[in-house]
């Protein structure tokens, strides 16, 4: 059985069942030098462990994984779990979409890390094209016709928000293949890229499909600097907890496996040489970014008259980074705190 049933889903007595508590950094081995504490409040959808145990078995039923070790490596890595605790305010019935899309985003990650860029480019237009339902899937290769029935199932339940979540998904599965990520780039030019790959624009999408929530386009414009704070957030927490596998896989040499961080751009800028002593620079600047979010939505509802779905919106931002920041401190994708070494089943 996954972990992400047991340590990851503590829950307070008598309190808000699906808050989850604050992790004890000095334990996690990505948290140099003790930096302030969160101090966004991360939550769990109320189905999580169902969730989890459902797109888990669909995925191990019908993902061409090589081995045991591979399929362990999956459950352990908890990418279901991430969703779950990144749209704690999906309906029930819907919060199963989201963890199998962005599962699906994880995994044909890892297939693209052995690829050429031109091989890589080729798969992505395939599944966009089986996305978009312009061509029929090749029943043989699960990215494809797993992203084709599933967005089928989305349009025909909720066409409106499924084509507003098709275009970042779209951007998302293009971004993975986009050569620049080998060439140097400054930081504004590293998060304008990483808007992208991350793929927030798409955890925003599945946020308000999974959740039926309908926003304006005025209302998203209100929203726009909340989300780029938020993007920023989670590059660095991510970046930060994924440098050790980033090292690990571009010294494969694959061109899809090409080192992509903001850690070094942190070094350069700041002129240090520890990796270590970078991390708590960002570790800090994480923390600001946190207390300017609730400035900019301070300002939002002070200034407008916002609707509730906005302000569901914006608290689902929070929702966001506050789990990311949880997964990637816990998931062996990123450390080595998994039943597997770090470097099986990769």
């Known amino acids: 059985m996954s972990h992400w049933r047991s340590d990851t889903t503590t829950v307070y007595e008598g309190g808000d069942c699906n808050r989850i508590p604050t992790l004890h950094h000095a334990k996690t081995p990505q948290v140099p030098n003790n930096p302030r504490p969160t101090i966004f409040t991360a939550r769990k959808h109320r189905n999580t462990d169902e ?6 078995a669909f995925f191990l039923r019908h993902w061409p994984f090589k081995n045991k070790k591979q399929e362990q490596r999956f459950i352990d890595e908890g990418y279901a779990w991430f969703v779950c605790i990144n749209c704690p305010m999906s309906l029930d019935e ?4 989201g963890c199998q899309l962005l599962t699906t985003g994880f995994l044909i990650d890892d297939l693209l890390d052995r690829m050429s860029i031109e091989e890589g480019k080729e798969h992505q237009e395939n599944v966009i094209k089986c996305a978009s339902g312009t061509i029929l899937p090749d029943r043989e290769i699960p990215a494809q016709w797993i992203m084709f029935d599933l967005f089928e199932e989305m349009r025909a339940t ?22 620049n990520r080998m060439k140097r780039m400054n930081l504004d030019e590293y998060f304008a890229y990483r808007n992208a790959d991350l793929g927030k624009g798409m955890l925003s999408g599945i946020m308000c499909l999974c959740a039926g929530l309908s926003i304006t386009r005025e209302e998203l414009e ?48 700041h002129r240090v040489e520890d990796d270590q002593e970078a991390k708590s620079m960002m570790w800090e600047m994480v923390r600001d970014w946190e207390l300017r979010h609730f400035e900019l939505v301070e300002k939002i509802s002070s200034e407008n008259n916002i609707s509730p779905a906005l302000a569901k919106y914006l608290k689902g931002v929070e929702y966001q980074a506050a789990g990311n ?12 705190t998994g039943s597997l070494a770090f470097n099986e089943g990769r």
């Open 51 to 56: 969730v989890v145990e459902l797109v888990n």
């Open 94 to 97: 819907r919060m199963h979409w």
């Open 158 to 179: 909720d066409r409106p928000l499924a084509d507003e979540l098709l275009k970042p998904t779209i951007d998302f599965l293009r971004a993975q293949v986009d050569g």
């Open 222 to 269: 209100l929203a726009e600097e909340v989300e780029e704070n938020c993007m920023k957030h989670i590059t660095f927490v991510n970046d930060i907890c994924s440098y050790d596998k980033e090292v690990m896989t571009a010294s494969k040499g694959s061109e899809l496996g090409a080192m992509c961080s903001s850690v070094p751009i942190i070094k350069a800028d």
């Open 325 to 336: 920041e949880r997964w990637s401190l816990l998931t062996p994708r990123y450390n080595k």
